[in-house]
């Protein structure tokens, strides 16, 4: 426990301050967008944040969603952070959710259809306003609540990381290196009020249990196991990194091939000579993350069975979490979704492709692809899915964006362009597109996936590609980041467009 009982508001301040430089957390004039509940934890990081702005340039804002589970407390808590921010004069964006029903839809817990619903929220706010981080509020104490519960269920190596500093979609954590009584002694010093949700008292939930039951009687062992745990997570963390690089190093030099049908496949002799069950288990994870986005996750029963179905002379397959299957096929273990199975064995899926406009290219009998100008309308039929797409270059001063409408950096997109051609075009195999400030680009599939897109739609979402086919924006969902519009752009490609269903 820490003894000391003052200067919480330096102490905390210099922890994130760190904590943000060695895990190179956000740039020197980032925007951040901090999640920010009305609790202890989520109100000390926003102040923190506003505290340091000014030394690193920070544009801060605030998001907060009503879960609508508690009532008039929860609408207490949104009216409390509403009246924090004008205090602070940070913007904030509310907005509120029927969890309980969300999580009735979904077959979901309250608990895991709150989280998607905020993290839909904080990723829809970042996009349309052009942030660069989400902060939120975990702690040293949720870290090591989250290696205790892992612990408690058996998980693997990598389940040891625990929370990242950093997530790759630009997630940041900046109060990982501090305590909850650093926290709480930092809002005593700041006269900051905060609110305290009563869920957190029911030991009904694991968590809660881990932190009133089990961590209080294991610190009378080891009164600094908050501090063992956390140090244990970076450690393994650090040995987990290190495995999973060299994994997906060899499944690049394996190099699966995309079959015809879209699904992927692992050689069965190849995953036969790795003599280490820990490389094979990541070789599999990564190709069914392949297939089914990154965010997809195998427990340790289904990594043994398809462990065991590759040794063995068995045929058939292997049903997984989703609808992914795992099948062997000559040589090959294949992984495919249901869905894609029937819908490949069924020709009249890929019936022909209806286009209203006279000069399109036809890129094969299932997809689209059209030569397209500025003002100009097009409209463009797939299946039972239809468009009405205008594209139109309009001076950025003269600029009236109605609802819906993409807004495009034209100078950006011209410029790179041998006479102007422009594409608009349906998804192929190994699409990318642009969704980080610093290049880096994700699958157009994963994408999709994290949006919950259903999969009968991806097809026909029509894409807007130049003539080297970059994907310039998915429209009508996101535009590839180095085409957005800046404060620099001239002139702006407006892309108004109107979906229809047969």
């Given at each position: ?383 039972e899915y239809g468009y009405k797409i205008s594209l139109d270059v309009v001076p950025k001063e003269k600029l009236k964006l109605k609802d819906g409408d993409m807004a495009l950096d034209w100078d ?91």
């Open positions: 426990m820490n003894n000391n009982t003052s200067g919480y508001i330096e102490r905390v301040t210099k922890k994130v301050q760190n904590t943000l430089e060695q895990n190179c957390m956000a740039e020197t004039g980032n925007s951040i967008l901090v999640a920010v509940s009305g609790g202890a934890d989520s109100v000390c990081l926003l102040h923190v944040l506003d505290r340091i702005k000014k030394q690193y340039k920070f544009n801060i804002s605030a998001a907060h969603l009503n879960h609508a589970i508690r009532g008039d407390e929860a609408d207490s808590d949104e009216a409390y952070v509403i009246t924090l921010c004008d205090k602070l004069k940070i913007k904030c964006y509310t907005e509120k959710a029927n969890v309980p029903e969300l999580a009735k839809m979904s077959g979901m817990t309250e608990e895991e259809a709150g989280r998607q619903a905020r993290y839909e929220f904080f990723n829809r706010i970042s996009a349309e306003n052009n942030i660069d981080c989400i902060a939120t509020a975990h702690n040293k104490n949720d870290q090591a609540e989250t290696i205790l519960m892992r612990i408690i269920r058996g998980s693997g190596l990598s389940g040891f990381r625990g929370i990242k500093y950093k997530r790759e979609d630009g997630v940041i954590r900046p109060l990982l290196d501090v305590l909850r009584e650093e926290i709480e002694g930092y809002c005593r010093e700041a006269n900051l009020e905060y609110r305290t949700d009563m869920t957190n008292d029911d030991d009904n939930y694991t968590r809660n249990k881990i932190r009133h039951q089990i961590i209080p009687f294991v610190e009378k062992i080891n009164p600094s196991v908050i501090d063992a745990l956390s140090n244990l997570s970076k450690t393994l963390g650090e040995d987990a990194d290190f495995i999973d690089d060299y994994a997906k190093r060899l499944y690049e030099r394996i190099n699966p091939p995309l079959f015809k049908g879209g699904y992927k496949a692992l050689d069965i002799e190849s995953l036969k000579l790795i003599d280490n069950r820990s490389i094979v288990s990541r070789l599999i994870i990564l190709c069914a993350r392949d297939v089914m986005g990154s965010d997809y996750s195998l427990e340790k029963k289904h990594i043994d069975n398809i462990y065991a179905f590759i040794s063995s002379d068995n045929t058939g397959s292997i049903d997984l979490p989703k609808g992914l299957i795992v099948q062997k096929r000559y040589d090959w273990l294949e992984f495919k979704i249901r869905s894609e199975i029937s819908r490949n064995q069924n020709e009249e899926y890929s019936n022909a492709v209806n286009f209203s406009e006279k000069d399109l290219n036809l890129y094969n009998n299932k997809d689209f692809c059209i030569e397209v100008q500025p003002n100009k309308l097009y409209n463009i039929k797939y299946a950006m997109i011209s410029e790179g362009i041998d006479a102007k051609k422009l594409i608009i075009r349906n998804r192929r195999d190994g699409d990318r597109i642009t969704v980080y400030k610093n290049g880096m680009s994700r699958k157009l599939k994963n994408l999709f996936i994290d949006l919950k897109i259903r999969r009968e739609e991806r097809n026909s979402i029509p894409l807007l590609c130049d003539n080297v086919d970059n994907i310039l924006a998915v429209i009508g969902i996101r535009a590839g980041e180095e085409y957005k519009m800046t404060k620099a752009t001239d002139n702006v490609l407006v892309i108004h467009y109107e979906k229809f269903e047969d």
